[in-house]
């Protein structure tokens, strides 16, 4: 995936989607996509993807969807600082 600074015009609410997992908004904002639900053959709950392939899975269950979206987005944080 092509890494491209998103421009922001104002600063996300922090009780926002956008400011509660800036990660996510910044990946499917740059060509990448993520999956949520439970699929028997990767068995994780989420995942990120790009063009590439799949570059991060969770875990199979989690104790809320707030939990698995942190994770999604700490995974992807981790991913693309590795990648730069």
């Known amino acids: 995936m092509k890494k491209k600074k998103q421009g922001r015009e104002h600063e996300a609410e922090p009780n926002s989607f956008e ?30 993807s790009d063009e590439g392939g799949m570059i991060w899975e969770g875990v199979s269950m989690y104790e809320s969807i707030d939990y698995a979206l942190k994770a999604l ?3 992807i944080a981790e991913w693309v600082e590795g990648h730069d």
């Open 73 to 75: 987005d700490q995974g």
């Open 19 to 48: 400011g509660s997992y800036p990660n996510i908004v910044a990946w499917v904002s740059n060509g990448g996509w993520v999956e949520i639900g439970y699929v028997e053959y990767t068995g994780s709950f989420v995942r990120a």
